[in-house]
């Protein structure tokens, strides 16, 4: 059964930072590509960063380019997400994904909320 859980996410104040972790099960974790993408309310679903199965190649939105990094362990099959100086604008849902050519599997999301 393929799974993906993201965790880490919560309430922080604006300047703040976070980790989230998503790790993978049920598949080869190392042959995906990992992305995060994030939804805040009364918005469309938005990419924020994505790095490759080897994890050499990384891609994020330009807005989030210096305070968010992306990082991947095939070992420990999980995906990170470093967020600093985290701004209101940043709360959403925090999603996963995992993709492979046509596959794509979703994780159920862990909020983050950037308020004082």
């Known amino acids: 059964q393929v799974q993906l859980v993201e965790s880490g996410g919560g309430l922080v104040q604006p300047g703040g930072s976070l980790r989230l972790s998503c790790a993978g099960s049920?598949?080869?974790?190392?042959?995906?590509?990992m992305t995060w993408y994030r939804q805040a309310p009364g918005k469309e679903r938005e990419l924020v960063a994505s790095i490759s199965s080897t994890g050499r190649s990384t891609n994020y939105a330009d807005s989030l380019k210096g305070r968010f990094t992306i990082s991947r362990d095939n070992l420990r099959n999980t995906v990170s997400l470093e967020m600093l100086n985290l701004k209101p604008e940043d709360t959403a849902v925090y999603y996963c994904q995992a993709r492979r050519a046509m596959l794509e599997y979703w994780g159920q999301g862990t909020q983050v909320t950037v308020s004082s």
């Open positions: 049920g598949f080869t974790f190392s042959n995906y590509a």
